[in-house]
């Protein structure tokens, strides 16, 4: 009993840490490229398709374009057609970055029902997680998660 | 992705037809797991990448589906062994289903890495907007109930 205990708790720390490494694999290979990027060295960067911003979202329509805010990282000024456009509003983009700090709009879409999308999806995790407690329980004596008994 | 309704939604409609013929004492809390398996992928990744974008690089493999194998194996073998591999294979094929509806919406960037670690080309068949489903939500809840109407229809008839 007590080597199934120990196999399954190795079992456990490596899953774990093939976890970690997926994760740190990604920090380390992704190749998205992002706005802080570019304007960190916009002449490398010339001509790169950014396609990665963090929660980006038109702050103020001008002109010829927006400038596009990200909850973490920089503003910065996206060239395109304007009509349509609504400040406040998610977007998804994928632009060309230009050596002088701006982005020109390759493939624009407004995510309109994004905040929607995300408070709809919370009531189904609860019931979910309901569900679970309603239909299991850990067993603090085995270190099993369990059917209930009246399940 | 599309929404989490949306996603359980779909999760009910394919699983609960199976408790036609089952006489499986776990058939409904392996269900629950199904929806659980299904959700797995957003929950563990949108509420960090909402709340702080930059982990995002940490997170991402989470809600791909070499991510999603681990994590199933991992909570499986929290399952007591009588009932781990049922445990397992529900979760597992959850995300399976998770990702074949994310797969239908549209990206302006290659966003589902079916073959991550290998590989980063991007997969999707480019059907839907994702916000584009949210009007469609009381029509799954629609399919839901007309769902348990039949399954209680069903049962009475047997």
């Given at each position: 009993m007590n080597g199934i205990m120990n196999l399954r708790i190795v079992g456990i720390i490596i899953i774990f840490l093939a976890i970690?490494?997926?994760?740190?694999?990604?920090?380390?290979?992704?190749?998205?490229?992002?706005?802080?990027?570019?304007?960190?060295?916009?002449?490398?960067y010339d001509g790169a398709v950014v396609t990665r911003f963090r929660e980006p979202m038109i702050k103020s329509i001008c002109g010829n374009g927006f400038v596009l805010s990200q909850k973490q990282?920089?503003?910065?000024?996206?060239?395109?057609?304007?009509?349509?456009?609504?400040?406040?509003?998610?977007?998804?983009?994928r632009a060309v970055f230009h050596r002088e700090g701006y982005l020109e709009a390759v493939k624009f879409h407004m995510s309109e029902r994004r905040r929607y999308k995300i408070w709809l999806?919370?009531?189904p995790v609860l019931l979910v997680m309901l569900l679970c407690l309603r239909y299991f329980r850990f067993n603090s004596r085995t270190g099993y998660i369990e059917l209930r008994k009246n399940a | 992705m599309p929404d989490l309704i949306t996603h359980?939604?779909?999760?009910?409609?394919?699983?609960?037809?199976?408790e036609l013929k089952s006489h499986d004492s776990a058939t409904v809390p392996m269900r629950v797991l199904f929806y659980l398996g299904t959700i797995l992928p957003d929950i563990l990744t949108r509420p960090?990448?909402?709340?702080?974008?930059?982990?995002?690089?940490?997170?991402?493999?989470?809600h791909t589906p070499a991510g999603m194998i681990l994590v199933c194996s991992l909570l499986a073998l929290f399952m007591a062994p009588s009932i781990r591999?049922?445990?397992?294979?529900?979760?597992?094929?959850?995300?399976?289903?998770?990702?074949?509806?994310?797969?239908?919406?549209k990206h302006l960037s290659n966003n589902e890495f079916w073959f991550y670690p290998f590989s980063w080309?991007?997969?999707?068949?480019?059907?839907f907007w994702s916000g584009e489903v949210i009007p469609f939500i009381p029509y799954m809840i629609l399919a839901v109930v007309l769902m348990e109407v039949f399954m209680a229809w069903y049962k009475r008839h047997q």
């Open positions: 970690a490494g997926l994760g740190y694999y990604n920090y380390r290979t992704n190749p998205w490229i992002s706005v802080s990027d570019c304007l960190d060295d916009p002449e490398s990282g920089p503003e910065i000024k996206v060239v395109m057609d304007t009509t349509g456009l609504r400040t406040g509003e998610f977007v998804g983009l999806s919370v009531p | 359980v939604a779909a999760a009910h409609l394919l699983r609960r037809p199976f960090w990448y909402i709340l702080f974008p930059a982990t995002m690089e940490w997170t991402y493999p989470l591999m049922k445990a397992y294979l529900h979760l597992l094929g959850g995300g399976a289903l998770h990702f074949l509806l994310d797969a239908c919406q080309r991007g997969f999707g068949f480019q059907l």
